[in-house]
């Protein structure tokens, strides 16, 4: 049995408990939180100690698998926590990903760790069809669509604005714009094009709806490129109608092989749990990185650099016998 | 310039010339056809050459892509071309498979090579799909479909029938065993629920027309347990409308991550070209291959042991950087 434990329990430490109970050989020692342990309860029998007592289990956990936030937590503690454990992260500021590599990569070669960053579905299982699409046909050019599915980025933007009690964002993925890239034109699309941002605003009593709805929409790089559509409702309404975390997108590359022939891959998922679906991810990245550790390697890895059988949890070298 | 040599010119081996085209780092020494060379006009500026000349390239060629048939040419022959070069080849007779690379990897290991097998898009990218899906949302199910596309092997299994002169079967997924899948049911489907298959048929003169379509639906393992459609056609419909070699499918895993929440994962292929494909699948697996080998890797590798950083143009460890 490979010995997780899992660090931070919001949505995303929930989901990665329920996919530990889904995985056969994997067992969690217990959830890691900065709350007072008595007041969690998790979602499934593991046992939930405070954050401050995670040295006592160096030795004892095979990867830690941190759940906090990419905005300041991961940032802030993964370089500590790869001193004494082998990591998986779900760090998804796509441009401080060489940066966070480069420090983690050092900090780890020097203790002997391993760690696998952005982990997940994007970046994760996304990115390794962009690669790998890319790879296998050159000459074209690549599309992703996220949604539709709530964004918790645009969600709390919102809830920021005077007068906002509430507030979700669903990002929808426009249709004309999916149907021309399926259909191989490869058309320059601009973020406009490309989604449409739909909101479920609760307003505090009295408040002044048509200057939230202008301010939502001016709002740069949130909302004023693109189509948003917002709507009030009760507190009951998004509660009842909009607690639901389901996402999904897909990514699509079209190209040609030869002047007459074109090619259309497409990977896509539709996620009743977002949350949910990551943490699965990140157990089955978890899975290689022990493995990969065992065989001696140290550093930090992202999902381009880990032979997909090391993620099977049957034997990894006997996957190829079933699965090719 | 990554060197390879191509062997065997049918409709894969242009396939391959014309990928190594689009590919900026790739050189194609040459290609090495059991005809007379003079006689075989590449599609590209590629030199011919004999497969007896084969040897005397030893040492200037890096991976040797090798486009045989999976029936008798590839078991025959690998063997052969492994102890001298590294090589790629696409042998898809699934149940072989394990056979095929126990024998391989003692000789690549013993003669200081590296090949990789069963490459494509099935096996191939299909089987990363299958795997890197069933990693990742163990408590699911998942389905390949293939088509709407040209079954080589179903199309001369009618060519052998007394009485036809030529014909073209084509597999064609189910929709609503598609729709099934794609709404999470996770249904039974027995092969008659997955596929049709459609045949277009040009009978000699004079022949049995009627004798012709039984034989063809009652034909065991190929078509008896399918629904089958035999049209008659004449030779010029043939060429004209059925000389595309389009294909395609999809994988989908459809799962649970705890009893409320399913989640969809599909990754699916639409090709004008097959061939074409499935070359240009070969030429980017020749690029890792090469790559590990001057990592001092020997033995045989398949999909599910290469990391994809080495599938990809530019420099592997610099993707993250742009593709996660």
């Given at each position: 049995?490979i010995?997780?434990?899992?660090?931070?329990y919001?949505?995303?430490?929930r989901?990665?408990?329920?996919?530990a109970?889904?995985?056969?050989?994997i067992e969690?020692?217990?959830?890691?939180?900065?709350?007072?342990p008595e007041?969690?309860n998790?979602?499934t029998?593991y046992?939930v100690?405070s954050?401050n007592?995670?040295?006592?289990?160096k030795?004892?956990i095979?990867?830690?698998?941190?759940?906090?936030?990419?905005a300041?937590?991961?940032?802030?503690t993964?370089?500590?926590y790869?001193?004494?454990?082998n990591?998986?992260?779900?760090?998804?500021?796509?441009a401080?990903?060489?940066e966070?590599?480069?420090?983690?990569?050092?900090i780890a070669?020097e203790?002997?760790t391993?760690g696998?960053?952005?982990i997940?579905?994007?970046?994760?299982?996304?990115?390794m069809?962009?690669l790998?699409?890319?790879s296998?046909?050159?000459d074209?050019?690549?599309?992703?669509?996220w949604g539709?599915?709530?964004?918790?980025?645009?969600?709390?933007?919102?809830?920021?604005?005077e007068?906002?009690?509430?507030?979700?964002q669903?990002?929808?993925p426009?249709?004309?714009?999916?149907?021309?890239?399926?259909?191989?034109?490869?058309?320059?699309?601009?973020?406009?094009e490309?989604?449409?941002?739909?909101?479920?605003?609760?307003?505090?009593?009295g408040?002044d709806k048509?200057k939230?709805?202008?301010?939502?929409?001016?709002?740069?790089n949130?909302?004023?490129?693109?189509?948003?559509t917002?709507?009030?409702?009760?507190e009951?309404e998004?509660?009842?109608?909009?607690?639901?975390?389901?996402?999904g997108?897909v990514?699509i590359?079209s190209g040609?092989?030869?002047?007459?022939?074109?090619?259309l891959?497409?990977l896509s998922?539709k996620?009743?749990?977002?949350?949910?679906f990551?943490?699965?991810?990140?157990?089955?990245?978890?899975?290689a990185i022990?493995?990969?550790s065992v065989?001696?390697?140290?550093g930090?890895?992202?999902a381009?650099?880990?032979?997909?059988?090391?993620l099977?949890?049957?034997?990894?070298?006997?996957?190829?016998k079933?699965?090719?």
């Amino acid at each position: 049995m490979i010995k997780i434990g899992i660090v931070g329990y919001g949505n995303l430490g929930r989901g990665v408990c329920l996919a530990a109970e889904k995985a056969k050989d994997i067992e969690c020692v217990g959830v890691f939180t900065r709350r007072t342990p008595e007041t969690v309860n998790p979602v499934t029998r593991y046992k939930v100690y405070s954050v401050n007592d995670l040295s006592k289990f160096k030795g004892k956990i095979d990867v830690l698998i941190l759940c906090g936030g990419s905005a300041t937590d991961l940032p802030a503690t993964t370089g500590n926590y790869i001193k004494d454990f082998n990591t998986v992260d779900s760090f998804d500021t796509h441009a401080k990903i060489p940066e966070y590599f480069a420090k983690l990569d050092k900090i780890a070669k020097e203790n002997g760790t391993l760690g696998a960053i952005s982990i997940g579905w994007d970046p994760g299982v996304f990115s390794m069809a962009r690669l790998l699409f890319g790879s296998v046909l050159p000459d074209g050019k690549d599309y992703t669509f996220w949604g539709k599915g709530v964004s918790q980025g645009h969600s709390d933007a919102i809830r920021r604005i005077e007068g906002v009690k509430n507030a979700i964002q669903y990002t929808v993925p426009k249709e004309t714009a999916l149907e021309k890239v399926r259909a191989g034109l490869n058309p320059e699309l601009t973020v406009r094009e490309k989604h449409e941002r739909v909101c479920y605003v609760v307003a505090e009593d009295g408040a002044d709806k048509a200057k939230i709805e202008k301010e939502i929409k001016e709002m740069p790089n949130y909302f004023a490129d693109y189509d948003t559509t917002v709507n009030f409702i009760s507190e009951e309404e998004l509660k009842e109608n909009h607690s639901k975390l389901a996402h999904g997108g897909v990514v699509i590359r079209s190209g040609k092989t030869t002047e007459e022939n074109s090619e259309l891959l497409q990977l896509s998922l539709k996620l009743d749990s977002n949350p949910e679906f990551t943490g699965s991810v990140l157990v089955a990245f978890a899975r290689a990185i022990y493995r990969l550790s065992v065989n001696g390697e140290t550093g930090v890895k992202t999902a381009f650099d880990i032979p997909l059988k090391y993620l099977y949890p049957g034997n990894p070298d006997e996957a190829f016998k079933s699965l090719l």
